[in-house]
């Protein structure tokens, strides 16, 4: 009996969490700084960036957030509108005083920050469980980033560790594309 696209998502998931689980502080920081530092070199000129607020087990893209913000970029996180219950963007000028604990337990901006249109964003960097050639990508299971990413602009940026970048991932037609995924030893440009 063939497996359906959401057991095998499913189960996808459940070996990646696995796999997170395993990597230690220590692993994480370093491979952090390395995936920083290549995502540096790929974002010169994008002026307006999506960033996302890592969760425990994803590489911290922080540093670049902080870095964007005194070099005076327009940088934004999203934050998930209850009343629509979908995400939109929120523009950030100082970290120290406008991050919260959003719905989910991620750091969002708070209700004090501008929106800014999702169509407004030069580069998007995107967490997710996996990603493979292709540019398709596995979410935490909810699809919210999916509908967030159908309607934000610019290039998105998978950012995920070497082992999350895989050949190929179970897909639905719902399933929002990457343009390339960045991970601490590569820049991948997805398969068209």
């Known amino acids: 009996m063939a497996m359906t696209s959401l057991e095998s998502k ?105 929106e800014i249109p999702l169509d407004r964003f ?3 960097l995107v967490p997710g469980m996996a990603f493979d050639l292709s540019g398709n990508r596995l979410g935490r299971g909810r699809g919210f980033y999916d509908r967030l990413l159908e309607k934000v602009s610019g290039i998105k940026c998978g950012v995920a560790y070497d082992f999350q970048l895989l050949e190929q991932i179970p897909t639905e037609p719902h399933d929002a594309k990457v343009n390339f995924i960045l991970t601490p030893s590569r820049c991948v440009r997805r398969k068209n």
């Not at 307006?48 to 934004?76: H, K, Q, R, Y």
């Not at 996180?77 to 991050?99: C, M, Q, S, V």
């Open 122 to 124: 030069d580069l998007v």
């Open 10 to 114: 499913a189960e996808l998931r459940a070996k990646i969490r696995a796999a997170l689980e395993k990597i230690s502080p220590a692993v994480r920081a370093v491979e952090s700084i390395e995936l920083c530092e290549r995502l540096k070199a790929q974002m010169p000129s994008a002026h307006t960036i999506l960033f996302f607020a890592p969760m425990p087990d994803e590489l911290d893209v922080w540093p670049v957030l902080e870095l964007s913000l005194a070099l005076g970029t327009n940088c934004a996180l999203p934050f998930f509108d209850a009343e629509k219950k979908t995400y939109g963007a929120r523009r950030l000028n100082h970290l120290a005083t406008e991050i919260i604990a959003g719905k989910f337990g991620v750091r969002e901006p708070a209700a004090s920050c501008a």
